[in-house]
């Protein structure tokens, strides 16, 4: 997976995906069914980091540059935290994944794609 400057994460297609025509691509890009659980939704986040594009909302890179958090703080977060069931929030879904530090939410636009709306460190109760 490469990261352009300024732009998202991407996989490059591979080699099987590079001679599918544009119907099969969008079979292959099919929309999520939504709520997700969130075993499902950590599966498939997990499924995303591994072969998809994930993106970052200038919401999320406001947020984590408020609490000096780096893109692999939240690709950390996605790959290793807890999920909480989906919220409909301003037209999507949003999966939460927390860790003992970090929290990341996402919303998924494909099966293939989700974006990070926002991260955030979390307040260490004592």
Same mark, same amino acid.
């Given at each position: 997976?490469a990261?352009?400057p300024?732009?998202?994460?991407r +996989?490059?297609?591979?080699y /099987?995906? /590079?001679?599918?025509?544009?119907s /099969?691509?969008?079979?292959?890009? /099919?929309?999520? !069914?939504?709520?997700?659980n969130?075993?499902a939704?950590? $599966?498939?986040? =997990?499924?995303?980091? !591994?072969?998809?594009?994930?993106?970052?909302?200038g919401?999320?890179?406001?947020?984590?540059?408020?609490?000096?958090m780096?893109?692999?703080?939240?690709?950390?977060?996605?790959?290793?935290?807890s999920?909480r069931?989906?919220?409909f929030?301003?037209?999507?879904?949003r999966?939460? %994944?927390?860790?003992a530090h970090? %929290?990341? =939410?996402? %919303? #998924?636009?494909?099966? !293939?794609? +989700? =974006?990070?709306?926002?991260? #955030?460190?979390? $307040?260490?109760?004592?």
């Amino acid at each position: 997976m490469a990261r352009t400057p300024g732009g998202p994460w991407r +996989c490059e297609l591979s080699y /099987q995906h /590079q001679s599918l025509t544009y119907s /099969q691509l969008l079979l292959l890009y /099919q929309s999520v !069914k939504e709520p997700l659980n969130p075993s499902a939704a950590k $599966k498939l986040v =997990v499924a995303i980091l !591994k072969d998809g594009v994930l993106a970052f909302s200038g919401h999320a890179y406001k947020e984590m540059g408020n609490d000096s958090m780096i893109e692999n703080d939240v690709i950390n977060t996605l790959r290793a935290g807890s999920y909480r069931p989906g919220e409909f929030e301003n037209g999507s879904w949003r999966y939460r %994944a927390e860790t003992a530090h970090f %929290a990341a =939410v996402v %919303a #998924f636009r494909t099966e !293939k794609h +989700c =974006v990070v709306v926002t991260a #955030f460190k979390l $307040k260490i109760r004592r």
